[in-house]
C-alpha cells in the first residue's frame, strides 16, 4: 500500500474520534461515557409497555337449588325418592332410582356401607332418563333398597336404628356425567351437578311381614325345609334354589324329595304364582326315595325356570318360599316309613334377578302432581 493511502486512513481515524468528543461535548457527561462504549456493549432504551385494557370478570353460575330426599317407612318395603327444584328457573335432571346409591351406618359403627344395584340393572345412557324440572315441581320414585344393599354385609345394615344418605348420581372423581344440568338460553345460567346428597334419616322398626310357612301337614312327623336367605341370579337360566330338607324327628323316614315333588310359592314384580313342576309325579319306586336318618339332612339345587312362568318375566325383587307335597306321589306303597304330607320353608328366600326373560319397556319419566 501507497504511502498516501496510509496517510488517508489515519487521518480519517483522527476526524472520527474529534467528532465523537465534540458530540460527546454537547449531549452532556453521561451520555459522553455513552459515546465511549464500544458499539458491542451500548444498550438500546426498553420498549415502552402497554398498559392492558381492563376486561371484566365473567358472571359466576348460581348453584342450582335441587333437592334430593328420601321417606323410608320401614326397613323392608318399598322406599320414595323425591326430586325437588326450589330454584327460580327450570333444570335438566337425571330422574331415575337407578341411578341411587345408599350408604348405610348401623348403631355404634363409624364404617358405612355402600349400596347399589349391578351394572346390568341400570340404564346405559343417563341422557336416555332426563326431565326437565321446572321451578317449583318435583320428581318423585318409589324403589326397593333391597336390591340395592343385597351382598356382603350390606343386607345387615338394611336394619333398624341404621342411619342412611343418599346419593343420587356419580361418586367418582373423574365422572363427566351431570345429575343436573342448565338448560340452553334459559337464565339466569345454573352450575350442574354431578350429585345430589340427601339429608340423613333414620330407620325405624316397623314389620314387614312375608307370611309363615305351616311346618307340616299330614304325617306328623318333624321335618323341616330350608332355602338360603338370598341368591343373586344374572338371568332366570342362572337362578338355582338350593333347598335343604331336615329330619328333626327320633325316627328314619323315607322322603320322596325330587323335583316332580317340590314347588315354590313366588312373589315377584308381576305378582304372586304357586310354581310347581310342570308333570304329574312318576310311579313310585325304591330308587326315588331318599333315607333320612334322625338328625340328618339331605339338600339338591333347583333351577326355578323349570318351575315358574311370568314370574322370571320382570328383572327385580322376588320373595321365593320352597314346599314339598309328597300327598300325590304314591308313598303309600313304600311302607309306613315313608313321609306323606306337605312342607314348607318357615323362612323364605329373597331372590335379585337382575335381567328377567322379557325386555322392560319402561315409560318415560313424568313430573309428580302438583
Sequence with gaps: MSSIGKLARRVCRGLRSIGLVIVAGLLGPQSAAWAQLPPSRAVAPAPRTRRPRPIAPPVAAAAADVKLTLDAPTPRGRWTMRVTNDGSVPVRIVADARFLSLELTRRGEKRAERCELPVAMRPDDWTDRSLVLPAGR?????????????????????????????????????????????????????????????????????????????????????????????????????????????????????????????????????????????????????????????GGSTQISFDLAAFCGESLDRDGLLVVRPWLDTRAAGVQEMGGTAFRGWVSATAPTFVRLQRGRQPQMRVAPQLAPE
Design 138 to 294: 318435583a320428581y318423585v320414585e318409589t324403589f326397593e333398597p333391597r336390591l340395592y344393599c343385597f351382598t356382603g354385609n350390606a343386607p345387615k345394615a338394611l336394619g333398624p336404628t341404621s342411619i342412611v344418605v343418599g346419593h343420587l348420581g356419580s361418586l367418582g372423581k373423574g365422572s363427566t356425567d351431570w345429575v343436573v344440568a342448565p338448560i340452553d338460553g334459559v337464565e339466569p345460567t345454573v352450575a350442574p351437578l354431578r350429585r345430589l346428597d340427601s339429608a340423613p334419616i333414620f330407620l325405624y322398626d316397623e314389620k314387614l311381614s312375608f307370611g309363615q310357612g305351616a311346618s307340616a301337614r299330614g304325617d306328623s312327623v318333624a321335618l323341616a325345609l330350608d332355602g338360603p336367605p338370598s341368591v343373586d341370579a344374572d338371568s332366570p337360566d342362572e337362578l338355582a334354589v338350593s333347598v335343604t330338607l331336615r329330619n328333626t324327628g327320633s325316627r328314619p323316614l323315607l322322603v320322596r324329595f325330587r323335583p316332580d315333588t317340590m314347588g315354590f310359592d313366588v312373589v315377584s314384580p308381576s305378582g304372586r304364582e304357586p310354581c310347581a313342576w310342570p308333570r304329574r309325579p312318576a310311579a313310585p319306586t325304591p330308587e326315588l326315595f331318599t333315607r333320612l336318618a334322625p
